[in-house]
């Protein structure tokens, strides 16, 4: 199976910081990568796929870059709505697997 | 619009099984396949498989073949997943999840999660 490794586990920004996520796949897996966020008690949300589309309707301040195995994710101004925890999710082999979870909480 | 409802809740003991619904709207229901998510407690997320209702096609992840089973009726544009043998490892919830488009991986649609509980 492909392993998903983020970083950092948690961390903490301020309103109107950047903050940026990576996540490491254990081969290439060509851009099959996708980002979600979610909110306690919510289900996932798609924010990201294919490393850097962005999905309708997600604020333009999410943007997701990487090739090969690196990724990473970008918020380029930290809002209040933005506190939750994201997982990167490759889409490139059965099973797809999904990376531990990046806890994000405003500072 | 595309929504997922999934039915409620569920306390079962060690040992048996539950079966979950996952019903679809707002789009052809055979048009796309449906994906279903375990998340433990605390825990991050795992792929268990997917069905594709058109042609009643069903891929799994290993770990969980022989505990999940995928079924679909069109004819009530429903999803199900049962779970067998239950202990306390399969205390979760679980989602179902559509596709963003057709054939692509990205899961854009979820349902609200059924939260089983496994214990005597």
């Known amino acids: ?107 | 619009e595309v929504k997922l409802q999934q039915s409620g809740d569920e306390l079962v003991r060690p040992g048996a099984s539950v079966k979950m619904s996952c019903k679809a709207s707002g789009y052809t229901f055979t048009d796309y396949a449906m994906h279903w998510v375990k998340q433990s407690p605390g825990q991050g997320l795992e792929w268990i498989g997917t069905i594709i209702p058109l042609i009643d096609t069903t891929s799994y992840n290993q770990k969980f073949k022989g505990k999940a089973t995928l079924t679909a009726d069109k004819s009530s544009n429903t999803a199900y997943m049962e779970l067998s043998r239950l202990t306390s490892e399969d205390s979760a919830v679980y989602y179902c999840a559509r596709e963003v488009y057709y054939g692509l991986p990205w899961f854009a649609y979820w349902g609200q999660g059924t939260l089983v509980t496994v214990s005597s």
């Open chain 1, 1 to 107: 199976d492909i392993q998903m490794t983020q970083s950092p586990a948690s961390l903490s920004a301020s309103l109107g910081e950047t903050v940026t996520i990576q996540c490491r796949a254990s081969e290439d897996i060509y851009s099959g990568l996708a980002w979600y966020q979610q909110k306690p008690g919510k289900s996932p949300q798609l924010l990201i796929y294919g490393a850097s589309s962005l999905q309708d309707g997600v604020p333009s301040r999410f943007s997701g870059s990487g090739s090969g195995t690196q990724y990473s994710l970008k918020i380029s101004s930290m809002q209040t709505e933005d506190e939750g925890v994201y997982f990167c999710q490759q889409g490139l082999k059965y099973p797809y697997t999904f990376g531990a979870g990046t806890k994000l909480e405003l500072k």
